[in-house]
């Protein structure tokens, strides 16, 4: 789902994955997910795109006739061993 600015309040057990960069959109998006969603995908590379089609009813992008595409590939022994060195970022209430 994607919340206007200031609208989603990110929580002590939500993990940021990174910033999303849309076009037309000067600032960078944060992208969040649960712990327990973090613990789960935390192996895996994501890549949220943004495509044609109907989205989900709450979210920023339905009325446009869009929806997010997420397309995941794990990470390579190398990547993982770097990531695996960082610490995670999580939110607070």
């Avoid at 992008?61 to 970022?89: C, H, M, N, Y």
């Amino acid at each position: 789902m994607c919340y206007p600015a200031g609208e989603f309040r990110v929580g002590g057990q939500d993990v940021k994955l990174g910033d999303l960069i849309v076009a037309g959109i000067q600032d960078p998006i944060g992208f969040w997910m649960s712990a327990s969603q973090f613990e789960y995908w935390k192996h895996t590379h994501l890549t949220v795109d943004v495509v044609d089609g109907r989205g989900g009813g709450f979210s920023l992008e339905s009325p446009e006739g869009k929806r997010f595409l997420i397309r995941s590939r794990l990470f390579t022994d190398q990547e993982w061993a770097i990531l695996e060195k960082q610490e995670v970022p999580t939110g607070a209430y």
